[in-house]
C-alpha cells in the first residue's frame, strides 16, 4: 500500500518544480496514493533476468554526420520569451 | 452547409480536376463549416482562415499547371493538433503555458503536408499536453461529440476527429500515445491510425511521452486516413533520432488494388484476456459483429493469449508519467509560454509559472512522474516497468510469430459517456485506455474501424493491430471491413447545418 505524507508531497513539488499552496496538499495526495496504489500491482510480475526496454525496435546510437547547418537565428530563439535582450534570457535573481 | 464537405478526399480531388469547383471554392466551403459549428463543438482552437485562402490560390496555380501529375493532396483541408508546431499559426497544446506561442519552426509532418499541397484550416483542440482520453483537460473548453454534444468525443485528439467526423475538413492530424487517436475515432464514427512507432517523424510534436508518441492520422474512411499517413510517413535521417529507416509503400495504391475476399488465409488472433468481466455488453456485441464480418471476409480466427494484459495499464502509466515530467521540465517561462509575475527568485519564478500555467491533471502526472524517477524510487518503479513493457511487448512478438497475422480487440471498454462523468475520478479516467494502451507499449501499428452504433446512439468502434511496419496489410484488412459494414462516417456532415 503506498503511503505518502504532506511532507513527501511538499519533496515531490518541490522536484517538480511546482509551487504548490498548502489547502492543495490533501487532494494531491490522495489522488497520487490512488495511482500509486494501482501501479503496485507490477511487483507481482517476475522481471529476473528480463532486460529493460526503452526503444521499442532496439534502435541505438543514431547519428548523422557532424556538418554545420543552418540553426535558428537569435532574433527567432528569442521572439517568444517574455524577456529576451542580445545577451540571453534575462531572469531573476538565482540566490 | 455546402454539399462538398461531405466528400471524400478522392472525390474533392476529382472534383478539382475536373474544374467543377476551385481549391479556394473547396476552402471556403470548410471555413463556412467550421464558423457554423465551431462555437458548439469546439473542435478547433484557432482557425487560420487567411493562410489557408492564400494557399487555396497557390493550390488552384498548382493544379492549372500540373493538373494530374500535381501532388496527392493539392487543395485539401487538413485540421491540425494543437500539439503540433506550425511555424505560421499559433501553437498551444491546448495550454494556458503556451498561450501566444509562435514557433520557430514546422513540424516535419507539416513540412510534408505542405510539399503534399493539403491546405491548413486549422489546430485542433485537444487534452492539454495530450493528457487525457475525453479532451475535457484542455484549458480552451471542452469538446463535444457530434453524435450528442452532451457526451464526450474522446481524447486526446478529440478536436482532431471532431473536425473530420463534423466536416470541418476531411482529414486531419493527432497523436496517440496511450489510445488518443483510436479512442477518439471510435467515439466520433470515423477511422484512425496510430502508425507503427518510428514510422512517423515525432519533430516538432510537443513531447508527451517520448518512446510511445506516434503523429497518426483520421478520415471518414480507411483509404483517406491511409491517403494521409502516406503524406507524412518517412524516415526522417535529420531530426528524428527514434525516426525508423523503412520505405513507405504506396498506401493508396495497395488499397486500390486489394481483391476481393483480401483476408482469406489471414489469421486474426483474438486475445482472451481483453473479454473479461467489465466489459461493457455493447462494446462486446460490437467486436463479436466484427469477427464475424471478418469470418465472412475469409479470416481464420484463433484465440491467443496476451498473458500480461493486466498489467499493461499500470506499465504505461509509469513510463508515460515519468517520460512525461522530464519533457514538460523545459515549461520554465525562460524562452517561451507564459511567465509568472512573481520574480522574488528563479526557483519562485518557475514553481508559480507552472502552477499557473498548468491545468491540474498535467500537474498531476508530473508530480506522479517526479515520484517514480526519484532518487530510492526509479528501480522500484521505472525500470520495474521497463521490464514489464518488454514482457508485454514479447506477448505481441510471439503471437504474431506463431498464431496470427492481424489482432481484433475491442477500443474502450465502455462506449461514449456523458461530459462530466468521468472527470472527477482519474482512476476512473485511465482505465478508458485500457486496451489501447498495448499497441503504444509495443509500438505497434493499430487501427479504429466504426462499427455500430451503442444503445445511447452513439459510435463504436473494433480496434485491429498489425505487426510492426505491417501497415498495409492492417489498412487491406479494414478497409474490407469497412466495406462489408458500411457504417455512415458522413452522418454528421449532414447535421448542424444554416439553412
Known sequence: ???????????????????????????????????????????????????????????????????LQDSLSIEEAGKNSADFTRQGFRVPRII | MSALIKLSTSEMRAGLLRGDFSAVDLTRAHLERISETNKQFNSLITVSEQYAISRAKLADAELAGKKESSPALTGIPIAIKDAIVTSGIETTAASKILKGFHSPYSATVIKKLESSGAIIVG????????????????????????????????????????????????????????????????????????????RVSRYGLIAYASSLDQIGTFGRSVMDAAITLGAIAGYDEAHDSTSVNEPVPDYAAILRAAKDKPLSGIRVGVPKEYFVAGLDQSVEDTVHFSMKKLVSLGAQLKEISLPHTEFALATYYIVALAEAASNLSRYDGVRYGHRSKVNTTLQDMYGHTREEGFGEEVKRRIMLGTYVLSAGYYDAYYLKAQKVRRLISDDF???????????????????????????????????????????????????????????????????????????????????????????????????????
Not at chain 1, 35 to 60: C, R
Open chain 1, 1 to 67: 500500500m503506498a503511503n505518502l505524507t504532506d511532507d513527501d508531497v511538499k519533496h515531490i513539488a518541490r522536484l517538480s518544480a511546482l509551487h504548490l499552496e498548502p489547502s492543495a496538499i490533501p487532494a494531491v495526495k490522495k489522488d497520487l496514493v490512488d495511482i500509486l496504489n494501482y501501479v503496485e500491482q507490477l511487483n507481482k510480475v517476475p522481471t529476473e533476468g528480463v532486460e529493460p526496454l526503452s526503444h521499442v525496435h532496439g534502435a541505438v546510437n543514431a547519428f548523422r554526420d557532424d556538418v
Open chain 2, 123 to 198: 489546430k485542433a483542440n485537444l487534452d492539454e499536453f495530450a493528457m487525457g482520453s475525453t479532451n475535457e483537460n484542455s484549458a480552451f473548453g471542452s469538446v463535444r461529440n457530434p453524435w450528442n454534444p452532451d457526451f464526450v468525443p474522446g481524447g486526446s485528439s478529440g478536436g482532431s476527429a471532431v473536425a473530420v467526423s463534423l466536416g470541418q475538413s476531411p482529414i486531419s492530424l493527432g497523436s496517440d500515445t496511450g489510445g488518443s487517436i483510436r479512442l477518439p475515432a471510435s467515439f466520433t464514427g470515423i477511422v484512425g491510425i496510430k502508425p507503427t512507432y518510428g
Open chain 2, 397 to 499: 512478438r510471439n503471437a504474431f510469430e506463431k498464431d496470427c497475422d492481424l489482432i481484433v480487440a475491442p477500443v474502450s471498454p465502455f462506449p461514449p459517456f456523458r461530459l462530466g462523468e468521468k472527470i472527477d475520478s482519474p482512476l476512473q479516467m485511465y482505465l478508458a485506455d485500457i486496451f489501447t494502451v498495448t499497441a503504444n507499449l509495443a509500438g505497434i501499428p493499430g487501427i479504429s474501424v466504426p462499427i455500430k452504433m451503442s444503445d445511447s446512439g452513439l459510435p463504436i468502434g473494433v480496434q485491429l493491430l498489425g505487426r510492426a511496419f505491417d501497415e498495409a496489410r492492417l489498412l487491406i484488412a479494414a478497409q474490407a471491413l469497412e466495406q462489408e459494414v458500411n457504417f455512415d462516417s458522413t452522418a454528421m456532415t449532414k447535421k448542424y447545418g444554416k439553412a
